[in-house]
């Protein structure tokens, strides 16, 4: 396989420059925030810059001023940032209130089936009962495997791991392999039953980054890196020429899209050289998709499930959004500790 060719001056100026302009958004304790704030997490362990975590943890310490609010799964994607905060600086309260926000997840979060959570959001305006939507993959389901690993809470990472599967159940089509956004289990149906870029990112890298902190002798390692292969076998052949994917992963009429591209992408590293001809693609088109002021462009606004293909298509995607600054810069960090090592 070819090897990855790339200007790691270049990619280390991109990351400060969307690291930066990230911070010049504002963000309450929700999931775009989660998101973007989990990039930056990541481009401090790519780069090692300090200035990335003082940032962080600035943003952190005041938003704890005012207490936790509520909390919710998809919300619980700021426990990630927690994790790293407590990693590097040692200060317990970070780790106690993601403690919290585990012990939410295990014990009060809605839930159906075999503990699958339910899809829930901030602000109670929006309820979807008995509803399974990807995106929980990363928010919820990741979540509990890092702090079950860093707790060495067996109860922790075995939650994490029912989202996995029971997502996989759920959610992945056994004839493309590609993930639905979502399942409701009253009327046992996909709803639109759209394969959309975004979400299939969420499930690849969330189960990208599962493999790593998973034993390869523990029964789960090989249901995930089997549902990954698959899904991935899959996407690599839906990428166009630019580099990116389709919004509607099927569907070639519907607009290019960068937060899916990214994360997508960022999931292929796990396959070693394997897919790098698919990566050096997304490098030049994700690039291109960063301004000089580190505005991730293309990238489509929060997306409910959609009643059908035209609305996805009709999400706009003008404006500068967290989870495409957050998940652009896992893709570079990805890209420059693979091209240290």
């Known amino acids: 396989m070819p090897q990855l060719v790339c200007d790691e001056k270049e990619v280390k100026q991109a990351i400060d420059r969307v690291v930066e302009r990230t911070f010049n958004m504002d963000f309450s304790w929700d999931w775009p925030g989660g998101v973007a704030f989990y990039g930056v997490t990541e481009a401090y362990e790519a780069t ?3 200035k990335y975590l003082q ?48 012990d939410f997840l295990l014990h009060d979060a809605e839930r159906f089936d075999d503990d699958v959570l339910q899809h ?9 009962p008995e509803q399974a939507w990807v995106d929980t993959m990363f928010m919820a389901g990741y979540f509990l495997l890092r702090m079950g690993k860093l707790c060495e809470r067996d109860d922790y990472f075995d939650m994490g791991l029912k989202q996995y599967h029971g997502h996989e159940n759920f959610l ?16 046992q149906n996909h709803m639109s039953g759209i394969f959309w870029g975004r979400g299939n990112a969420w499930a690849a890298i969330t189960m990208a980054r599962a493999l790593e902190l998973i034993e390869v002798q523990h029964p789960s390692y090989m249901v995930i890196d089997c549902s990954l292969r ?8 839906l990428q166009h020429e630019s580099g990116l994917w389709h919004t509607v992963l099927k569907d070639p009429s519907s607009y290019l899209e960068t937060s899916g591209t990214a994360g997508i992408a960022a999931s292929l590293f796990v396959r070693g050289k394997l897919y790098n001809k698919y990566i050096q693609r997304a490098i030049e088109g994700l690039l291109a998709q960063v301004r000089e ?18 609305g996805y298509k009709d999400v706009p995607y003008k404006r500068v959004q967290g989870w495409g ?3 652009m810069l896992v893709f570079l960090s990805s890209l420059l500790q693979t091209r240290l090592v």
């Open 172 to 187: 992945q089509d056994d004839m493309t392999h590609l993930y639905y956004h979502g399942w409701d289990n009253i009327n």
């Open 325 to 327: 600054q957050g998940l």
């Open 120 to 128: 829930t959001v901030n602000g109670g305006k929006y309820h979807f």
């Open 55 to 102: 940032m962080i943890k600035d943003w952190m310490d005041e938003e704890l001023e005012d207490g936790i609010p509520p909390l919710t799964v998809n919300a619980s994607s700021i426990g990630h940032i927690l994790i790293t905060l407590y990693q590097a600086t040692k200060e317990e309260r970070y780790l106690d209130i993601a403690t919290q926000m585990a």
């Open 293 to 310: 002021d580190g505005s991730v462009m293309r990238v489509s606004a929060g997306t409910a499930v959609m009643n059908d293909a035209q």
């Open 230 to 237: 698959d899904q991935q076998s899959a996407l690599v052949r």
């Open 48 to 50: 090692g810059e300090e």
